[in-house]
């Protein structure tokens, strides 16, 4: 059982590379999906007593990330007629390389630092971390507002990783709070792209330095 | 436990008086009209409660614990609070009264509804300062009063030095509140709660702390020199009877504030009275020199509040430095000529403003200089005006002689060969009352003569009408208040004594101001000298009448083409003491430079600046603007850059939390 949570962490972050190292927006959308439905799937095979409340948060996270937030980002994709991202800040294969590198200093730092929990889930905190660092990485690298919403996601995601730790601590109540947090937000940045998208013609978000002072 | 019931529902329906008003149509009159009824309404139970409480010698006490952390809800009459109610009841209730016919709801109909308002609750936050028991309280009234007082002077924001003024206002109301947190706070941890009481156990350097922190928060609001940059101008740009109530009452909240605490705090040393009377004499003498350079009617009456508040603080610092010294007749005589003047001040600058209204509604503007000869259109106006201006010059018979005269009589108190040699030099402040007074009396005959007498200087806008009676009456009965408080001080006296001993507990003689000054001979001297005026005016008539009346222009004598333009300005009545006082007035003149032998066009403007505005809080802000512009090379505009700044903020906050620094 360990090997197989390890297995699932390992895929979380070679998905994470995926989504630095592609530029076609739909397939980003689509690694970002899978894994949510990993994530969704990981308390379920982390815990030993399966209860309802524990089934119920699962398949509620699996749906949501899995399918519902992929769907409305696919219908902003489609209004807004792009497919892929350009030009980001730093090119794709040098921001692969730099993810790749973050996740090894996060590995290493986390390596040094002595924590308490089980040993069965000792990738979790350092993926958790990394997934964190990429999800910056993407908000800071790329131009397009769709693509950075999915650099949100995946530093969603990283923070959801890290929730697991707690998950025998944190209500149901605080859980589905989270995710529809998650939710709103998705679908209200999906509006704005939609926005943005008609009042400048382009989801360049450096447009948006017009509005400064 | 009556009148504090009757003086809460009072305040109570002083804070709703505006709400009906906003369910009527904002063009008419109706909802005007009641909440000039709920005003008066909720004055006169204010009244009456002040009235009872002045009665008895328990200062009735409420304390009603609340749900807001901190603090309770408890509030307390003693006589020093009644005191400061009397102007806080019937100042805004005849403000509300004379806007029926200044601030028609028909001709304003934009704010009409949001004036009556926040004038509403002005007073009656107001009123809650005056009673509060609690710091917490005390702070949540002053906020609520400095945010109504706010929205009151920017009436009208849809113009540009409206906002400014009330902006200049907003941040030097929120520097004073934030020094009262931090005294507040002081407070609390010296003496382990919010309640205001006596506090006889704290050493003398906390006390220093409390009082220096006390005296500049209050400052703020009360409008010492170099604390009052925003007074001029918020006076000058709000309606007149929002300047009549703040000048009147508002300034007045401060100077509640600094007797207040000063009485709180028992232990005190000398210096504290020292800086009153040092900060008072300034403010009283600049206040009084900026307000004789200006030109804008409301500019001077704003000014002259502050020479005012100067000559009240005077009064507090000889109280204070009786009470260090031991000297009960300083107290008495210094602490009842504040108040006193504290009540008359209130009475005649409200007086002054509600008729700088009935002025300025008539002529369409404030500038004096365009003024004049308005005497012969609006007589009852210029009558008013003659009597706030001999009661705020001090001259007898008015109320504004009898405070002066008491803090003269403390002043020479102090050299009396009985006491001490150390505090003789407190009478080099009566020198200063009295330069203060005389520039004074010279700002009101350089107002009268420009506004009132001559002939007009400009096409004024030609409805110069006599006031709708609605102005007429509040300042009718003003003009009553300070003839009778100046003829009868003996019917104010018993106050004051009440006020001065809740004030301080030191009176071992318990000495009232009734023994230590012949109050009759006042009331003498005043009666002689109206039955004086009133002789010399029937002679005059009786000598006048066989001889028939020609009436030409003002300063025609004999010349065959005289033009308005050739009176005396304003300016150029004011140019000699002006010049004297260059030194602080800084005014900026520009002129041709030099005169030909055939005459050109020429010109010539004097304007004078606020020293401390312009000179040193202006330049300040600006450099520290100046600095602040580097900042902006972090704003640009990128939402990415933006989340790198996240990032980077709390990768430094784990480095610093991994290394164990405190931020």
């Known amino acids: 059982m360990n090997e197989f949570i390890n297995v699932l962490f390992v895929i979380i972050l070679i998905l994470n590379l995926f989504a630095l190292g592609n530029s076609r927006i739909l397939t980003i959308i689509r690694i970002v999906a899978l894994q949510g439905i990993i994530l969704g799937a990981l308390p379920l095979f982390i815990e030993h007593h399966i209860t309802i409340p524990l089934l119920i948060s699962s398949v509620a996270a699996i749906i949501l990330k899995g399918f519902v937030i992929p769907l409305i980002m696919m219908k902003a994709l489609r209004d807004a007629q792009i497919k892929r991202e350009v030009e980001p800040l730093i090119g794709l294969l040098p921001s692969t390389i730099f993810g790749g590198l973050v996740t090894a200093l996060v590995f290493f730092i986390s390596s040094q630092v002595e924590t308490t929990n089980q040993p069965e889930v000792s990738l979790l905190i350092p993926t958790s971390f990394a997934t964190i660092l990429i999800g910056f990485i993407l908000l800071i690298t790329r131009y397009k507002a769709i693509s950075q919403v999915l650099g949100y996601l995946v530093l969603e995601n990283g923070i959801y990783i890290f929730s697991l730790l707690l998950i025998e601590a944190i209500p149901m109540v605080v859980e589905m709070g989270m995710l529809l947090d998650l939710f709103v937000s998705i679908f209200i940045i999906s509006i704005i792209t939609n926005h943005i998208n008609k009042a400048f013609s382009s989801l360049d978000t450096r447009n948006l330095s017009s509005l400064k002072e | ?663």
């Open chain 2, 1 to 663: 436990m009556i009148m504090i019931f009757l003086i809460l529902s009072g305040l109570s329906i002083l804070f709703i008086s505006g709400v009906p008003a906003l369910f009527f149509s904002s063009s008419s009159e109706k909802g005007h009209y009641v909440t000039v009824f709920l005003v008066v309404l909720g004055s006169i139970t204010g009244c009456i409660g002040t009235a009872f409480s002045f009665a008895t010698d328990i200062p009735p006490t409420l304390i009603i614990s609340w749900t807001i952390p901190l603090g309770n809800f408890a509030v307390a009459v003693d006589k020093l609070s009644a005191f400061f109610l009397i102007p806080v009841f019937i100042i805004p209730a005849l403000g509300s009264i004379y806007s029926l016919g200044y601030w028609k709801q028909k001709e304003h109909t934009a704010n009409g509804q949001k004036l009556g308002f926040f004038f509403g609750t002005l007073a009656g936050s107001m009123a809650l300062i005056v009673i509060a028991h609690d710091g917490i309280l005390f702070l949540i009234a002053w906020e609520s009063m400095a945010l109504s007082a706010f929205f009151c002077l920017t009436t009208e924001d849809h113009k540009k030095e409206i906002r400014d003024a009330g902006f200049v206002y907003f941040v030097c109301t929120h520097i004073g509140t934030l020094i009262l947190f931090i005294m507040f706070i002081l407070w609390n941890s010296t003496t382990g709660s919010f309640i205001l009481t006596q506090t006889q156990t704290l050493s003398k350097q906390t006390t220093g702390i409390i009082f220096i922190f006390a005296f500049i928060g209050f400052s703020f609001k009360a409008g010492f020199i170099p604390f009052h940059v925003w007074l001029p101008d918020a006076h000058a740009n709000a309606p007149s009877h929002v300047s009549a109530v703040m000048s009147a009452v508002v300034l007045k909240m401060g100077i509640y504030g600094i007797i207040r605490f000063s009485g709180l705090l028992m232990v005190s040393e000398p210096w504290w009275g020292i800086v009153l009377l040092c900060v008072g004499a300034i403010t009283g003498l600049s206040g009084i020199v900026f307000a004789f350079s200006q030109t804008d009617f409301k500019r001077i009456l704003a000014y002259s509040s502050i020479e005012n508040i100067g000559i009240i603080g005077m009064g507090i610092g000889l109280a204070l430095l009786g009470r260090s010294y031991a000297k009960p007749e300083l107290v008495i005589l210094g602490m009842g000529g504040a108040f006193f003047h504290v009540l008359n001040h209130s009475f005649f600058k409200a007086l002054l403003f509600f008729n700088s209204g009935a002025v300025i509604h008539a002529t369409g503007t404030q500038n004096i200089e365009l003024m004049g000869g308005l005497a012969k259109k609006m007589p009852f106006s210029a009558f008013m005006f003659i009597i706030g201006a001999v009661a705020i010059s001090a001259l007898p018979p008015l109320n504004g002689f009898v405070s002066e005269w008491l803090l003269y009589l403390g002043f020479f108190k102090s050299i009396e060969p009985s006491t001490t040699s150390n505090i003789t030099l407190i009478a080099l402040a009566a020198v200063v009352l009295a330069m203060i007074g005389t520039l004074a009396l010279a700002t009101f005959v350089k107002m009268y003569s420009i506004v009132f007498l001559g002939s007009p200087r400009s096409e004024m806008k030609n409805h110069s009408h006599a006031p709708a009676l609605s102005m007429k009456i509040p300042m009718f009965v003003l003009a009553g208040f300070c003839i009778i408080t100046g003829i009868l001080p003996v019917l104010v006296t018993p106050l004051l004594d009440g006020a001065i001993s809740a004030w301080t507990a030191y009176n071992p003689d318990s000495l009232v101001i009734s023994k230590l000054i012949p109050l009759h001979f006042i009331t003498a001297t005043g009666l002689l000298l109206i039955a004086i005026v009133i002789i010399i005016i029937v002679l005059y008539k009786k000598a006048s009448t066989p001889y028939k009346t020609i009436k030409g222009i003002t300063w025609d004598c004999g010349y065959t083409k005289p033009t308005p333009r050739m009176q005396y300005t304003g300016t150029s009545f004011a140019q000699i003491i002006t010049q004297l006082f260059s030194f602080i007035l800084l005014p900026k003149i520009s002129k041709t430079s030099q005169l030909q032998h055939f005459p050109e066009k020429t010109h010539f403007h004097y304007t004078v600046a606020d020293l401390i505005l312009s000179r040193l809080v202006y330049p300040v802000l600006y450099f520290i603007r100046k600095l602040f512009f580097r900042m902006y090379i972090f704003q640009q505009g990128q939402p990415n850059l933006y989340v790198l700044y996240i990032i980077v903020m709390v990768l430094l906050l784990f480095i610093f939390g991994g290394i164990g620094v405190d931020l």
